[in-house]
């Protein structure tokens, strides 16, 4: 039971979060982030969510912005989720380097 309430909530804090790094990074032409995965603790404190930059060459700069600038995304979900859970979690952010591990094995497979 309590892993269906998670799964729940996770996918609700990955279409929240998406939304708003897509509504950011509108000012910042070339750049795009999707959040590919969001896993919840059991007692819903946390949510790790795993970015995916394109370029990925920007990655580590826009990781350090958004983590610099946590609290203003976490109270950017709390106004969105409020009436739909009751502690908002603490968020940390990851790079989801999937698919440029696949482009690696892909060009070794290539050789």
Not at 51 to 61: H, I, K, M
């Amino acid at each position: 039971m309590q892993e269906t309430r998670q799964n729940k909530i996770a996918r609700l804090l990955q279409k929240e979060l998406a939304q708003i790094f897509q509504e950011q990074t509108r000012a910042m032409h070339g750049v795009m982030v999707s959040v590919t995965r969001a896993k919840v603790s059991p007692d819903l404190s946390i949510c790790t969510a795993y970015l995916s930059v394109f370029p990925s060459e920007r990655g580590e700069e826009i990781i350090q912005n958004v983590n610099t600038n946590m609290k203003t995304i976490r109270y950017e979900l709390g106004t969105r989720i409020r009436n739909q859970v009751r502690i908002i979690p603490e968020l940390r952010f990851f790079i989801d380097d999937s698919l440029d591990y696949i482009d690696h094995i892909d060009e070794l497979l290539k050789k």
